[in-house]
């Protein structure tokens, strides 16, 4: 697929842009206490970022790690909508 994975990779640019922009928007209008929700956000990003780098070494390509991280970012935007 000629589109694979520059497609995948510029959704989850946008899908992240809008998680940020609701996390923002929660933590400003105090929906959610600011210290927890950063908090939050911090340890899955590591969390995250450990678990991309195990799929890496353990012979993933790009595309699953790319699908890996939208799905993060799904349940992220299902968790604040």
């Not at 105090?30 to 070494?57: F, R």
Request: with cysteine; glycine share 4%; proline share 2%.
């Amino acid at each position: 697929m000629l589109f694979y994975p520059f497609y995948p990779a510029l959704m989850l640019a946008v899908e992240s842009q809008n998680v940020i922009d609701m996390r923002l928007w929660k933590i400003a209008t105090c929906a959610v206490h600011a210290g927890k929700e950063t908090q939050l956000m911090v340890s899955e990003k590591i969390d995250a970022a450990v678990e991309a780098s195990t799929m890496l070494m353990g012979g993933k390509t790009t595309g699953e790690v790319i699908d890996f991280y939208r799905k993060q970012v799904a349940a992220n935007a299902t968790r604040l909508t």
